[in-house]
């Protein structure tokens, strides 16, 4: 009888740790973007504006996607907040092989006109991430650094020029205290 109540726990076992893994033939979340995962904090400033940002992300649909939720409050406002929502995903669809390039899409409190998909690729120390809109190409380029992590937006117009939009240092922090 235990024999055939430990061979049912195994199987248990088992089959609650498969669950959480993504389906046969899912291109994996690249690297440079699961190192998102967990809670950072920082500073930063947005068109020219002092900020300070949260961020927590996490692995979710079987690990096969990786979500990242921001907030942001303007120094000199407290009540000036703004919060997105991005998800990533990997392209390569052969079996093991690590994927080079980045899908996702951007959502904020902006609300839905504002949202958009994008196209991204890794980098050596990270990954850029472009997010097309009527007018301009908003472009995000992810560095992960000894001592944490950069996140510059610029945007870049029709002719290619770029301008600054954003720019972030953060670093990872407890979860609890984010």
């Known amino acids: 009888m235990s024999t055939k109540l430990g061979c049912a726990a195994m199987a248990l076992l088992a089959t609650a740790s498969a669950v959480h893994s993504a389906e046969p033939g899912t291109p994996p979340v690249p690297k440079a973007v699961s190192n998102l995962k967990g809670c950072w904090k920082g500073r930063g400033e947005v068109m020219g504006k002092p900020v300070t940002i949260g961020a927590s992300a996490k692995l979710v649909v079987q690990d096969a996607i990786l979500v990242l939720d921001v907030q942001s409050h303007a120094v000199a406002d407290p009540k000036d907040i703004y919060s997105a ?50 007018d301009d190409a908003f472009v995000n380029h992810w560095r992960f650094l000894d001592d944490g992590l950069v996140w510059r937006i610029v945007a870049r117009d029709g002719k290619g020029v770029e301008k600054p939009f954003a720019s972030y240092s953060l670093h990872k922090t407890s979860c609890r205290t984010a």
């Open 85 to 134: 929502h991005l998800i990533f995903g990997g392209t390569n669809k052969q079996p093991g092989a690590a994927s080079d390039h980045v899908v996702g899409y951007w959502s904020d409190s902006l609300g839905g006109a504002f949202a958009t998909s994008g196209q991204g690729e890794i980098r050596p120390d990270g990954f850029a991430m472009t997010y097309q809109y009527t």
